[in-house]
């Protein structure tokens, strides 16, 4: 996927994010309405559908918050006020409106306000007498909205007197409670947006200079005859630059990935909040389309979790937290959380412990349920209904052995050289369809984290039909001292896996 594909794609998700956050309170507003408020609550729905319609028209970042504080300000006759970007504790960047001199906005006061107050409206005279209350009032600010995005301050805004000098109607603040959410992810997508563009920039520029650099290499190879000692530390210097390069690609995938999450996760909450609503009626061809479109969402987001997974480990900043714990009660947990998928598919699933008196494993306690959710859901995947998947753990000399041994399809010996690898993905049957073939990024993600324990990863099968046995070692508390908290080279495999997820 080319790196203009993915900012196209960032957008494209990005904008129906905001859409179904605006069809989704223009509903439950409706569905609020009376008779009695019918004439304001229509001039509110209409507002709040104009204003839904521009954060869904664009993802500029400039131009989201003039043409929204424009139509918000007018409709609601406000006289002065302003959107603030907060980083670091600093205002980072601002829009006003109204003001005839520069105002001054104290980040100190407004972080304050924001940490203290948990709603999503803070109206200013409804706050305890207080500095900060006089300071706000004095400086003409009404109406404080936090925008939060998972927990984090990005920003606020801030709203002042009403120009007929009336206070807020319950409709405005009401209006403005179903707004402050669908704005702060506008304003957040804009932001990830406008560093995504100015990051491709840097990088096409950098490519544009790489290959100038290897044509001007080209050229004098045929113009004259040059020292090969020389040729060959300019080809040093390129290769150089293309893994540089490569680095900026890694950290490009891992910013579009990191910044896809959300929107997605947000997608997949708002279809399962619409198949759960007991008083919305679906009919059976609605409820499928959903139910697609929410299974789809899932996919998607398991995907862009193993690219982000994938790029900190080739790129080095995946990180593991070495300490003792207990394999048993992990492989317990996990089989409990696997269970369900486990009873839907019809197999059986259970855990066989041949040693009471096993030591501690050493490792990063979350990383490994990582590889053994992998190598479960792997064998769940190829194993018919009926069948059965068997999880048992046994010392060998220092260390600790995990078996994941299913009664599934099995593996032919031509296919097992092809496992392990990244995107790398065998076998064809109808359990490959029904559960979806995958990304085939599963296994490698295992090979990779075992391989940072010092541990290794294999499989064994004796043939298509006869099922397939994942294993894969772990040091025991006694042997911590030789292992590296720094991700490492994957050691080569001995054996191969089962068909990759």
Known sequence: MSYQSIIIFTLSIANLLVILFAYFHLFIFKRKTNS??????????????????????????????????????????????????ISENRISWAKTIGYTTHPVFDEKVLIHLIEKNDKEIIIVNELEDSTVKHYLLNNKREIVIPLKAKGIIEGALVLGKKTTNEQYSPDDIRMLEFLAPELAISIKNAESYEEIRKFNESLQREIEIATSDMKKINEEMYKKNVDLKHISDQLAEANLKLKQFDKLKDEFVSLASHELRTPMTAIKSYLWLFLEMKDLTLNEKQKTYIERAYQSTDRLISLVNDMLNVSRIESGRLNITIKPFDLNKLLTEVIQELKPSAIKQQVNLELVLTDNNLPSALGDINKIREVIINLVGNSLKFTTPGGTITIRIYRDKDMIITQVKDTGKGISQEDLPKLFHKFQTVGSNYLTKMNSQGTGLGLYLSKSIVAMHDGTIWAESEGEGKGSSFFFSLKTDSNKASISDIPVASPQMPSYSTPAN
Do not use: C
């Not at 408020?37 to 204003?51: C, F, G, M, P």
């Open 36 to 85: 009695s408020q019918a004439e304001s609550s229509l001039r509110i729905q209409d507002l709040l559908t104009e204003l839904n319609g521009i954060m869904a028209s664009t993802i500029l970042l400039e131009d989201l918050v003039d043409k929204l504080l424009t139509k918000l300000f007018t409709e609601l006759q406000i006289s002065e006020g302003a959107l603030l970007l």
